[in-house]
């Protein structure tokens, strides 16, 4: 793969790990990570060997603390909404066929809450904090935050989320439905790793079509939903892993899946 100065890419067999590598900005989303992220992604799309992302934040203390604050200072609104609209790293990553855990290791806020909630699962180390402060800037979320913290969390706890801009520690997130875990952070590492190995073991085209199903569900009415299922499901009786998961079953054996 190519190079890219903000993202560290590591392979771990069937997993690609991406570390967003600005530490000493506390990983802050500069518009080099928006094109970086989107370039990493495209490259990812249609790798074969990769079935599920990671995505962290490099060092001990943040996972993303937001947009970088110090390209707003010159930006016009015209330069802002094309960096939002055209190379959004958010709804690439909400779109991506494969799945991606968002591994939070320290500060989750702004855009990198914002990030987290574009991705599938979250899981977090107990020392996180996640918010979204954009208010005390003088401006509202921008890549998704009003929409997805509603979603996940309900309009009461994101509106006071958005409204104070305070940020929650682990344990508060985790009971309020936005992290799937939390974990020390000796184990969250591990503990990511176990469950993208094990969701990496599935058919990557069912996996595809469960995360545009379940995607589906917060975007439509239930008619509309149960419909969008119906299709999917069905694609997959086109597929050769169909074949293999229901010969391993009734052969009582580990289904190997090609994704084809
Ligand atoms: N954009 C640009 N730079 C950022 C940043 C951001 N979102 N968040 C942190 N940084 C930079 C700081 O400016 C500082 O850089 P410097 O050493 O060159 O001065 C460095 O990262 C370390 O941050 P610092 O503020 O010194 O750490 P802290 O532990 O005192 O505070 C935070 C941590 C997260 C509370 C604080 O950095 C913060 O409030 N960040 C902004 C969060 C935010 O509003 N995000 C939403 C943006 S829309």
């Given at each position: 793969m190519s190079n890219y100065e903000t993202i560290l890419i590591e392979r771990r067999?069937?997993?690609?790990?991406?570390?967003?590598?600005?530490?000493?900005?506390?990983?802050?989303?500069?518009?080099?990570?928006?094109?970086?992220?989107?370039?990493?992604?495209d490259e990812l799309r249609n790798d074969k060997e990769v079935r599920v992302i990671v995505i962290k934040g490099a060092g001990e203390k943040a996972f993303v603390a937001g947009a970088d604050i110090s390209e707003f200072a010159e930006a016009t609104p015209v330069e802002q909404r094309d960096v939002m609209n055209s190379r959004s790293l958010f709804t690439v990553l909400d779109t991506f066929p494969k799945p991606i855990i968002a591994m939070v290791n320290g500060f989750c806020l702004g855009g990198g809450n914002e990030l987290a909630m574009a991705c599938d699962i979250r899981i977090a180390s107990e020392k996180s904090r996640f918010g979204q402060p954009e208010i005390n800037l003088g401006i509202i979320c921008g890549g998704g935050g009003t929409q997805r913290l509603t979603r996940l969390i309900g309009e009461s706890k994101a509106m006071e989320m958005i409204l104070t801009g305070d940020m929650i520690d682990a344990q508060?997130?985790?009971?309020?439905?936005?992290?799937?875990?939390?974990?020390?952070?000796?184990?969250?590492?591990?503990?990511?790793?176990?469950?993208?190995?094990?969701?990496?073991?599935?058919?990557?085209?069912?996996?595809?079509?469960?995360?545009?199903?379940?995607?589906?569900?917060?975007?439509?009415?239930?008619?509309?939903?149960?419909?969008r299922e119906i299709d999917l499901f069905a694609i997959c009786f086109s597929t050769e892993d169909k074949q293999e998961g229901v010969s391993a079953f009734l052969e009582k054996r580990k289904p190997v899946f090609k994704g084809k």
């Open positions: 067999e069937s997993v690609a790990v991406l570390t967003i590598n600005r530490p000493d900005k506390l990983n802050a989303l500069s518009s080099k990570v928006h094109v970086e992220g989107v370039q990493i992604l508060t997130a985790f009971n309020y439905g936005l992290v799937n875990y939390v974990y020390s952070s000796e184990e969250l590492e591990a503990k990511t790793m176990e469950l993208a190995n094990k969701i990496a073991e599935k058919s990557p085209v069912a996996l595809q079509m469960s995360k545009e199903a379940v995607k589906f569900a917060s975007r439509s009415n239930m008619d509309e939903g149960l419909r």
